[in-house]
Every structure is written in C-alpha cells, then in structure tokens.
C-alpha cells in the first residue's frame, strides 16, 4: 500500500470518461482539453501508447513516496518562493505542456475533488533549481524509474554509499533529497515520453 507516482498511458488518459477509480482519465483529459481550448491552446493529444516493458528501458514511470516528506517541505521553504514551492507540492497531474500557471479542473480524482494540473516545464525547471541548490549529483541516481528504481535507490543503501563517496547538502538529509530526485525524474520522464505522470 501507499502513494505511488506513475506515467499514464493513451489507453488510460483517454479511457473511461466515468470512473477514474477503474483506471480510466477520459473526465479528466476532456475537461484539460476544455480549459486548454479557452485559453488559445492546442489540446493534449498526442499521449504515448503502453507498450511491452523491459525493465530500466525509461518507458515508463512508477515510484513510491515512502519516505517522511517534512524535510523536503523545509527545503523548499528555504530555496523556493511560496508560488514555487506551491507548484512542486500542489499538483496532482504533470503533463508535457508549458502552463504559465497550475489549472484547476473540477475533475475529481483519488485523493481530491478537484484536480490541479501542473506543467512539466515548469516543474522541472523548480526541480532542477533545488538540485542545485543541494547539489544532488544527478549523474549516479537512477535515470530510468520504471519498478521503483529510484525509491530502492535511496532505500536500500546506495545512496548512503553515493552521500558517502560525494558528500554534500543532498547528503545531510537523504528523504528531501530523494522527493527532489523524484520530482526532477517525474518531470524529465513526461517530456521525454511525452505522457501524463499522476498519484495513485
């Protein structure tokens, strides 16, 4: 059990306009067309298929928020602004688009009644900004996250060894660092993939 962030697929964007709880996004991804319409936007359709995964291929995106979140909070209180940190700690969807602010859909979804959609540009752009600010040597964690690589990573001990071997800020508190290698990874894997990434 717990919170996992994951890539969504055209099959499961576009799917089952009624029931998000059986997998399906279709409310959401017709209400993010709306809104997306109004403000002179192109819709989002261009979603990637699922297709048959090897493990660390970078084809999609599951990781687990196991770690205590408190000292990430503190970090982006001490680097980012208030609109900034809101962007990385608010959003419950990231797509590939530059959204010049968060969209709120009244879509429900599994922790929500509504739905705050965030642009990965942006996001990445704060993410990379707090692993600078840590300097999180973003050269040894794991690039492809596809079956919890990044979460293992930081759980089971190299990134106790990678803290020893390139210490650092990142080092002083290994649970902030891993949801800033979470978020940088989640948002270079939507514009790479060009896919949606959501809680479930």
């Known amino acids: 059990m717990g919170i996992y962030l994951v890539s969504v697929s055209a099959g499961d964007w576009f799917g089952d306009a009624e029931g998000y709880d059986e997998g399906g996004h279709g409310a959401l991804a017709v209400a993010l067309d709306a809104e997306l319409r109004q403000r002179g936007l192109a819709p989002y359709t261009s979603v990637p298929e699922k297709t048959d995964l090897v493990r660390g291929s970078g084809q999609s995106f599951e990781e687990k928020l196991a770690p205590p979140m408190d000292g990430f909070g503190a970090l982006c209180r001490e680097h980012l602004s208030e609109q900034e940190s809101g962007l990385l700690l608010t959003w419950s ?3 590939p688009l530059s959204l010049d602010e968060a969209l709120q859909l009244p879509v429900e979804n599994a922790y929500a009644d509504e739905t705050t959609v965030a642009g990965a540009p942006q996001v990445l752009a704060v993410a990379e900004r707090l692993a600078a600010a840590i300097r999180l040597p973003v ?16 759980l089971e001990g190299a990134a106790e060894e990678a803290a020893a071997a390139r210490p650092g800020p990142w080092a002083e508190d290994l649970d902030a660092a891993f949801y800033v290698a979470l978020y940088l990874r989640a948002a270079q894997h939507s514009l790479r993939r060009g896919c949606p990434i959501t809680y479930c």
């Open 93 to 95: 969807v990231l797509v």
């Open 139 to 154: 050269d040894v964690i794991p690039e492809a996250c596809d079956n919890l690589d990044l979460t293992m990573w930081f």
